[in-house]
């Protein structure tokens, strides 16, 4: 079967680094709104990287149905590396699609508190922030916590100092979820609609803001 074409069908783009992101932010969103927050509905897209951010900018004129976008969010992992990040964003901030929409925003995970810049990390350091004690069945939550962190650490040490996990969160979360019976073997999405995270903690504060603004 031919590869069907790409076409946007909404004027709000969510534009997400990361299948991970896109599928919280989703799930999130659908949060939200259930607490009677209304959202307008968007279209996802996902970029896969800082790097490819510009790639898609390039590409982005030239999908049917560009023409009607009037607002988009950026959300990306905040990483170790945030300043050079920012960079990459503003260069594309500033080329002739992303010039022209009247509303552009941006949300780096693992996001910020309160008046304060954003913090280094991924969306994984959030996730496990939240993450509710009683997921632990047995009620041993902070030792099975602290054994899936022992765990990544010892596959951390056998990759080598040269081959390191990126985002240790990510599996040191996953670890965690597998070594529930709940939810082992679930999807993010899964695991967010199955009540794995709080998602009413004052840390998604930031975030419902960023969502928020969008009916504005």
């Known amino acids: ?60 004129p030239l999908i049917p149905g560009s023409e009607r976008v009037r607002r988009i969010i950026v959300f990306a992992d905040a990483g170790n590396n945030l300043e050079e990040r920012r960079e990459l964003l503003d260069v594309v901030r500033g080329s002739a699609y992303f010039f022209k929409i009247p509303y552009c925003a941006h949300f780096f995970f693992p996001g910020r508190l309160q008046g304060k810049r954003w913090r280094s990390g991924y969306l994984e350091d959030l996730l496990l922030e939240v993450l509710r004690p009683e997921t632990a069945e047995s009620g041993e939550f902070i030792n099975l916590y602290n054994v899936c962190q022992e765990y990544v650490d010892s596959v951390n040490n056998c990759r080598g100092q040269q081959n390191k996990l990126s985002n240790r969160s990510r599996h040191v979360l996953y670890a965690y979820l597998a070594a529930t019976e709940k939810y082992a073997g679930a999807s993010l999405v899964e695991a967010v609609t199955a009540g794995a995270f709080a998602l009413e903690a004052e840390r998604f504060a930031c975030l419902r803001k960023c969502l928020e603004k969008l009916e504005k």
């Open 1 to 60: 079967m031919p590869k069907q074409q790409l076409v946007i069908n909404s004027e709000f783009l969510l534009l997400c680094e990361r299948r991970e992101i896109a599928q919280f932010v989703q799930a999130y969103m659908q949060y939200l709104q259930k607490q009677k927050v209304a959202l307008p509905q968007g279209q996802f897209l996902i970029f896969r990287s800082m790097e490819q951010l510009s790639v898609l900018a390039q590409r982005l």
